[in-house]
């Protein structure tokens, strides 16, 4: 079974830092680009990143750019998404999602259940 | 950036009665458009991709049509597990991915 499992969520004050990862499983991970995409509390579902196979070609969202780092670890199966500087309107919901190939393009066809980060003094 | 419109904000509808969802995309993305349905307290699900074609599990009473700015979310014979909010999301080659604010289907 495909599975993606977000972690590291936390209550954290604004001008914090925080990690979150994406453990995978039940997939050949390197051969997918991964996303992450973020839910505000009772809101709508924010794009903020794609990477590609390699993690050579990342596409950043511009509301988290400069602020948001995005890796992933092929050999161990993890994606990362490092937060700096979190504001308090970058409480969400994270989740992480599989970009699968719908010929001819491309769409989110796993997700994992999120991870709750809250910014808050 | 290409932005995402959709409507009605909110669909009340009987079961077994028919329910269409609207987006609207800021510029030509062709076909490469997908739906995406969330249930509360679940991570969406991807429901249609290409604009209209069913992802795996999604029933056949879901149809999507639509090319280019204007595309449809049609849920026939709607059942009680169909209420959810569906959500657009444009998937050229040219980011940001945007989604788009989401439809919430209600069953009266």
């Known amino acids: 079974d495909v599975q993606l499992e977000e972690s590291g969520g936390a209550l954290v004050q604004p001008g914090g830092s925080l990690r979150l990862s994406c453990a995978v499983s039940?997939?050949?991970?390197?051969?997918?680009?991964m996303n992450w995409v973020r839910q505000a509390p009772g809101k709508g579902l924010e794009w903020i990143s794609y990477i590609s196979k390699s993690g050579n070609t990342v596409y950043t969202a511009d509301s988290v750019k400069g602020r948001f780092t995005f890796s992933r670890d092929n050999a161990k199966n993890f994606l990362f998404l490092q937060m700096t500087s979190l504001r308090v309107d970058d409480t969400a919901i994270y989740f992480c999602?599989?970009?699968?190939?719908?010929?001819?393009?491309?769409?989110?066809?796993?997700w994992g259940r999120g991870t709750l980060v809250i910014v808050s003094s | 950036d290409i932005l995402l419109t959709q409507s009605p904000a909110t669909l009340s509808v009987s079961p077994g009665e028919r329910a269409n969802l609207s987006c609207r995309a800021s510029?030509?993305?062709?076909?490469?458009l997908g739906w995406y349905q969330q249930k509360p307290g679940q991570a969406p699900r991807l429901l249609m991709y290409s604009g209209s074609m069913r992802a795996t599990g999604t029933p056949a009473r879901f149809s999507g049509s639509g090319t280019g700015t204007v595309f449809t979310l049609t849920i026939n014979s709607l059942e009680p597990e169909d209420s959810a909010v569906y959500y657009c999301q444009q998937r050229t080659n040219w980011p940001p991915f945007t989604f788009g604010p989401g439809t919430k289907v209600e069953i009266k």
């Open positions: 510029q030509n993305i062709g076909n490469f």
């Open positions: 039940g997939f050949i991970f390197e051969t997918y680009d």
């Open positions: 999602a599989r970009e699968a190939y719908f010929r001819p393009g491309t769409y989110y066809d796993s």
